[in-house]
């Protein structure tokens, strides 16, 4: 990532939008958001699927579930913020990981600039690529900042987005069963 150019390009923003880039705070804020642009963003730099270390020959081939994990990323039509919870479930076909490292997979696809379409199907693709299980279903809720800050402004709407394969697409009753996990 080149910092020296988001400083050179925030200091431009900040001046023309009328901000005194004399005032102590303001004058640090070009570094600050390039750091910050480091951080929020540096999943693009990743490959998610290496965080998921497949465990083989386990016995179970019923719903793994892991609920309401909590995800940011930044819109890439308006470069604000995508706040919500996503909702995993698969059904391994001997392979299995640990559940910290789905938490992982969504944590670096969300850190890219985003959409929350594509991070769902992202998030979905990963898993069925290298778990190879029986079907997965991935359901995101997030809160866009840019119709909650701007344009319709309705603060507090959720996005839904969702994806399903596999088991989960193919027999209904199975995809019952995670949706009715899945609610709160």
Known sequence: MDKPKIEKAIKMLLEAVGANLKVKDIAKTP???????EEILAGQFKDA??????????????IILLKGIPLYSLCEHHLLPFLGRAHIAYIPD???????????????????????????T???????????????????????LCM??????????????????????????????????MKP
């Open 31 to 37: 570094k600050r958001v390039a750091a910050m642009y």
């Open 148 to 181: 909650s800050m701007r344009g319709v402004k309705k603060p507090g709407t959720l996005t839904t987005t969702s994806v399903v394969r596999g088991v989960f697409r193919t027999n209904q009753k199975t995809r019952q069963e995670a949706l009715s996990l």
């Open 122 to 144: 992202e998030i979905a693709s990963v898993i069925m690529k290298k778990l190879k299980p029986k079907g997965v279903m991935v359901v995101i809720e997030a809160e866009h």
């Open 49 to 62: 699927s290496s965080e998921l270390e497949v465990v083989l020959e386990q016995k179970h081939d019923e």
């Open 94 to 120: 001997k392979r299995i990981t640990g559940l910290s490292k789905i938490a992982r997979v969504v944590d670096i696809l969300a850190r890219r600039l985003q959409v929350q379409e594509r991070l769902t």
